[in-house]
T-cell receptor, first 112, second 117 residues
Framework: SQKIEQNSEALNIQEGKTATLTCNYT??????LQWYRQDPGRGPVFLLL?????KEKRKERLKVTFDTTLKQSLFHITASQPADSATYLC???????????FGAGTRLFVKA | GAVVSQHPSWVICKSGTSVKIECRSL??????MFWYRQFPKQSLMLMAT?????????EQGVEKDKFLINHASLTLSTLTVTSAHPEDSSFYIC?????????????FGPGTRLTVT
């Protein structure tokens, strides 16, 4: 069956460290993968999109990798700050941009 | 930018009544909009895909007669929860799809918290 799994329900790290979140999927062949941030009681906010032919993408303190052989994406936040505390969702395109399937999310807590 | 609004942001209604939620793309045209629901600490569950000028495509297990979707224009989609029951209480989120560099990015509304008493 098709599945998207994010490594852990919650991740606690110290301010200044790098947070690494994992997204694994099975039985999908996505053309691209996206990462979103969601704060409590709010809709998700788009962060980064990485295509199947891209290995890595960066945006400010964010870095995403995409390994289609391992069927895995890693999401890194460097020099993390308490303001980075939120739930991070990975999402797969299932073809043509007409349907996006979301993982359950990882709640990140950055402690000052 | 790519801004999507939802109205209302929260609503409380009595069991048996109907509630309409609006989703608007404010600064771009969206041929496709999506409706999701989200329970506490769970992921977004896609309910339906809404295309302008045509009938919505519902996901398996979502009752189309209960969750009426209308996509009247390229900037407006509405979700009506008919004969609402307490189990329909949830966080409903819409998104609008925008083409960017040969791939589609989704922009989400702020969500609508529905409580059915």
């Amino acid at each position: 069956s098709q599945k998207i799994e994010q490594n852990s329900e919650a991740l606690n790290i110290q301010e200044g460290k790098t947070a690494t979140l994992t997204c694994n999927y099975t039985n999908y062949s996505p053309a691209y993968l996206q990462w979103y941030r969601q704060d409590p009681g709010r809709g998700p906010v788009f962060l980064l999109l990485i295509r199947e032919n891209e290995k890595e993408k960066r945006k400010e303190r964010l870095k995403v990798t995409f390994d289609t052989t391992l069927k895995q994406s890693l999401f890194h936040i460097t020099a993390s700050q308490p303001a980075d505390s939120a739930t991070y969702l990975c999402a797969l395109d299932t073809g043509g941009g007409f349907k996006t399937i979301f993982g359950a999310g990882t709640r990140l807590f950055v402690k000052a | 930018g790519a801004v999507v609004s939802q109205h209302p942001s929260w609503v409380i209604c009595k069991s048996g009544t109907s509630v309409k939620i609006e989703c608007r793309s404010l600064d771009f045209q969206a041929t496709t909009m999506f409706w999701y629901r989200q329970f506490p600490k769970q992921s977004l569950m896609l309910m339906a895909t809404s295309n302008e000028g045509s009938k919505a495509t519902y996901e398996q297990g979502v009752e189309k007669d209960k969750f009426l979707i209308n996509h009247a224009s390229l900037t407006l989609s509405t979700l009506t929860v008919t004969s609402a029951h307490p189990e329909d209480s949830s966080f409903y989120i819409c998104s609008a799809s925008k083409l960017a560099e040969s791939s589609y990015e989704q922009y989400f509304g702020p969500g609508t918290r529905l409580t059915v008493t």
